[in-house]
């Protein structure tokens, strides 16, 4: 490869004059690597805070008698796909 003088390059100024192109290509393909990935993680968590809010409001108006702090346990466990306790009389 002969640069502007017409002189071939050395091995180490073919390295130096390329390294930052491919770092560079490298980097933005693990960027975007990563952006795709975090997308399901997003829905996911989306659907997540769409049952849990669906539950708490579910569980005001259905068992208004439920202890405040037992609320966000019931609606935790059940978006996490656990099954109903019995509550103790």
């Not at 491919?22 to 990563?34: D, F, G, M, P, Y």
């Not at 990935?37 to 849990?52: D, F, Q, V």
């Not at 669906?54 to 609606?75: D, F, M, V, Y």
Request: hydrophobic residues 40%; proline residues 7%; aromatic residues 6%.
């Amino acid at each position: 490869m002969a640069d502007h003088d017409g002189r071939k390059l050395t091995v180490r100024e073919m390295i130096n004059a390329h390294l930052f192109p491919v770092l560079a290509l490298i980097a933005t393909a693990s960027s975007v690597s990563i952006a795709l990935s975090l997308g399901p993680i997003a829905g996911e968590s989306s659907r997540w805070n769409k049952c849990y809010n669906a539950s708490l409001g579910w569980l005001q108006r259905n068992i208004p008698n439920l202890p405040e702090a037992e609320r966000p346990a019931l609606a935790v466990n059940y978006c996490n796909g656990g099954l109903a306790n019995k509550r103790e009389p």
